[in-house]
């Protein structure tokens, strides 16, 4: 159902969303600035979450101080606080998504938002709502 979902309502709605949409220029990461807020999405897929797990690692490497902050539904929630170098969880409830996204503006600024979800509709909806510069 959430394919059919994010096919149909997703792809005009998000269509809409980029008349919208401003152009950011891109942040200068050979800085080596390791206050980074970096926000991964993953709202589905237990093993590909794992996967996920050499992303943070690379990240922390780069960025020893960095945010790391996981966007993730409840299915593979569990498998989320077993990785380590995460600073904070959002489970994004999949069956309430209206209340879901209301509670997404309350996250605090973010730098580098990284998708690694299947939905791509939904999460360009959920990218759109946590509002950052860079996508």
Not at 124 to 135: A, C, D, F, M, Q
Request: net charge positive; charged share 20%.
């Amino acid at each position: 159902m959430m394919k059919e979902l994010d096919y149909w309502i997703g792809i005009p709605f998000i269509y809409t969303l980029g008349f919208f949409h401003k152009k950011c220029p891109l942040p200068n990461l050979d800085e080596k600035l390791n206050n980074y807020h970096f926000v991964l999405i993953k709202t589905a897929a237990i093993g590909d979450t794992v996967l996920l797990s050499a992303v943070i690692r690379e990240l922390k490497n780069a960025y020893p101080n960095c945010h790391i902050t996981i966007v993730c539904s409840g299915n593979n929630l569990a498998m989320v606080k077993l990785l380590t170098g995460v600073n904070e969880i959002f489970e994004f409830d999949m069956s309430s998504p209206i209340s879901s996204l209301w509670k997404l503006s309350a996250m605090k600024k973010t730098q580098i938002l990284f998708d690694f979800a299947p939905w791509a509709r939904i999460n360009s909806l959920i990218s759109w709502k946590i509002g950052h510069p860079l996508r």
